[in-house]
């Protein structure tokens, strides 16, 4: 169970942090949520009692919607090696609509390995694409910048120092498959 303050990440919002827990009557029962309230950038990070909304996630099943703590700095590494290995970890012939459920579901359910292994079959999608979707750009760009803070912050390294990093490992990934 977190507490408040815990610094956690989020699924696809990323870095966040628990503001509260609260209790909601619901159906005649108690459900406790989390408040969380997400950190992209350090004026937010710096100001957590704005008014902005908070996600409410019932402690009950936080793991399996994808409330996880931040990546270790030794995950961090072994996530830099699982970028550059040549498994693609989801099908490529499978159309982009149909997949992108599964690389939201995987990120859910594995963290940031799973994340890891969606940025690396998006990169590879787009890619072997002249033309990628503009929603399978978009979305391989937030995700990117997701696991760029999380690995970096981690390893105590600036996101524009853990680009080069990832960006290399991502091109081992692509040279091992041609």
Same mark, same amino acid.
């Given at each position: 169970?977190?507490?408040?303050?815990? =610094?956690?990440?989020?699924?696809?919002?990323?870095?966040?942090?628990?503001?509260?827990?609260?209790?909601?009557?619901?159906?005649?029962?108690?459900?406790?949520?989390?408040?969380?309230?997400?950190?992209?950038?350090? *004026?937010? %990070?710096?100001?957590?009692?704005?008014?902005?909304?908070? *996600?409410? *996630?019932?402690?009950?099943? %936080?793991? %399996?919607?994808?409330?996880?703590?931040?990546?270790?700095? =030794? =995950? $961090?590494?072994?996530?830099?090696?699982?970028?550059?290995?040549? =498994?693609?970890?989801?099908?490529?012939?499978?159309?982009?609509?149909?997949?992108?459920?599964? #690389?939201?579901?995987?990120?859910?359910?594995?963290? $940031?390995?799973?994340? %890891?292994?969606?940025?690396?079959?998006?990169?590879?999608? *787009?890619?072997?694409?002249?033309?990628?979707?503009?929603?399978?750009?978009?979305?391989?760009?937030?995700?990117?910048?997701?696991?760029?803070?999380?690995?970096?912050?981690?390893?105590?390294?600036?996101?524009?120092?853990?680009?080069?990093? #990832?960006?290399? $490992?991502?091109?081992?990934? #692509?040279? $091992?498959?041609?």
């Amino acid at each position: 169970m977190y507490k408040i303050g815990d =610094e956690v990440s989020y699924g696809l919002h990323g870095k966040c942090v628990i503001t509260g827990i609260e209790t909601k009557e619901i159906n005649d029962g108690s459900v406790s949520f989390y408040q969380v309230r997400t950190l992209k950038n350090p *004026i937010t %990070a710096k100001n957590p009692n704005r008014n902005d909304p908070c *996600i409410l *996630i019932p402690v009950s099943s %936080a793991q %399996a919607k994808g409330l996880r703590p931040l990546v270790t700095k =030794e =995950e $961090a590494e072994s996530i830099l090696k699982l970028l550059s290995d040549s =498994e693609y970890h989801f099908d490529l012939n499978e159309t982009w609509v149909s997949k992108q459920k599964k #690389l939201e579901e995987s990120i859910r359910k594995e963290g $940031a390995i799973g994340l %890891a292994k969606v940025v690396g079959h998006l990169f590879i999608m *787009i890619k072997n694409d002249a033309v990628p979707p503009t929603s399978l750009t978009k979305f391989y760009e937030s995700i990117y910048k997701i696991l760029a803070r999380e690995l970096g912050e981690s390893m105590g390294l600036t996101t524009k120092e853990i680009e080069p990093l #990832l960006n290399r $490992a991502l091109r081992n990934k #692509l040279h $091992a498959n041609n």
